[in-house]
């Protein structure tokens, strides 16, 4: 059964920083493409990451890049968010998901972890 666990989600001053986790299994995590998606209040869910199923390659939003690093570490399938500079426009639920394919929409995800930056 696949299981994404994300955690380090937590309050934080603007310009602060923080590292997101995502703990999968049930699946052959080094199959997968993964991504973070995040979802504030009264917005669409949105794309905020995404990297390959090996690591090799990696897309962001615009509004993060320059910011945010996802990376990954199949030994441990887990998959990382850094996100430095945070501003408030930042807070929100992030979620870790799996892509159905490198380019395609992801089939699960997981809990989420709120993310506050407060002005």
């Known amino acids: 059964q696949v299981q994404l666990v994300e955690s380090g989600g937590d309050l934080v001053q603007p310009g602060g920083s923080l590292r997101l986790s995502c703990a999968a299994s049930g699946f052959t995590f080094s199959n997968y493409a993964m991504s973070w998606y995040r979802q504030a209040p009264g917005k669409e869910r949105e794309l905020v990451a995404a990297?390959?199923?090996?690591?090799?390659?990696?897309r962001y939003k615009e509004f993060v890049k320059g910011r945010f690093t996802i990376s990954r570490d199949n030994a441990k399938n887990t998959v990382y968010l850094q996100m430095n500079s945070l501003k408030p426009e930042d807070t929100a639920v992030y979620y870790c998901?799996?892509?159905?394919?490198?380019?395609?929409?992801?089939?699960?995800w997981g809990q989420g972890t709120q993310v506050t930056v407060s002005s």
């Open positions: 998901s799996r892509l159905k394919w490198w380019g395609g929409e992801y089939d699960y």
């Open positions: 990297i390959s199923s090996t690591g090799a390659t990696s």
